[in-house]
Every structure is written in structure tokens, then in C-alpha cells.
């Protein structure tokens, strides 16, 4: 199982980014996905946003609501978040994790960071 996240940077405040995360290793089109972030400083992992195996049901946040769009190709192998407004306090680093996968598998993660 292999997740390889990018599309990360540096944005100022308001702007925008889309991140994404390549699987593979496992039937991708089977699984409910959700993107996780690490922010500075902190231990947790903090839950995003979640997907289900057919894209039809989605799921975020209160505090990303309306600006972040999670999304999914299943033919690709490949997740995506659209972050759009962003703000000071959404700079982390950004997982892609399956559910019902092992824990701790995750790729390297995308670090995001929103500063002017």
C-alpha cells in the first residue's frame, strides 16, 4: 500500500490549492478515503474531510465547510482536496488515509502553508 501526496506550497491568505494523493497497492475504488492534517507544532492528526468508495457522499470539518471540496477519480487511483479561502490557521501537513486500512500507513504527506 502506497500513498503519494502532492500539490502542497506556499499561498497567502484567500488563495487557493489543490492537493492530491496517488494510491496504490490495494482496490482504491473499494474504500472510503478522508484527508488528515498535522498542523505545527501539534501530535494529533486533525480528520478533514472524508469520502465514500463512490464519491457520492462527502464530509468536512465545520471549519472548512464551503471552502474545501474533497473528490476522487476512481479510474486514477487518486484523491483530491480543492482548498479554496484559505486561512492562516489551515497551515499543516496533509495525509491521505484510507479507512479500514492498517494503522499508521500514510504517505509522506503535502505541506500547506497559507502566510503573506
Known amino acids: 500500500v502506497q500513498f503519494v501526496e502532492s500539490g502542497g506550497g506556499l499561498v497567502q491568505p484567500g488563495g487557493s490549492l489543490m492537493i492530491s494523493c496517488a494510491a496504490s497497492g490495494f482496490a482504491f475504488d473499494q474504500y472510503s478515503m478522508t484527508w488528515v492534517r498535522q498542523g505545527p507544532g501539534k501530535v494529533g492528526l486533525e480528520l478533514v474531510s472524508?469520502?465514500?468508495?463512490?464519491?457520492?457522499?462527502?464530509t468536512y470539518i465545520d471549519s472548512v465547510k464551503g471552502r474545501f471540496t474533497i473528490s476522487r477519480d476512481n479510474a486514477k487511483n487518486t484523491l483530491y482536496l480543492q482548498m479554496n479561502a484559505l486561512r492562516p490557521e489551515d497551515t499543516a501537513v496533509y495525509f491521505c488515509?484510507?479507512?479500514?486500512?492498517?494503522?499508521?500507513?500514510r504517505g509522506q504527506g503535502t505541506q500547506v502553508t497559507v502566510s503573506s
Open positions: 488515509v484510507r479507512i479500514g486500512g492498517d494503522p499508521g500507513e
Open positions: 472524508g469520502i465514500d468508495s463512490s464519491g457520492g457522499h462527502r
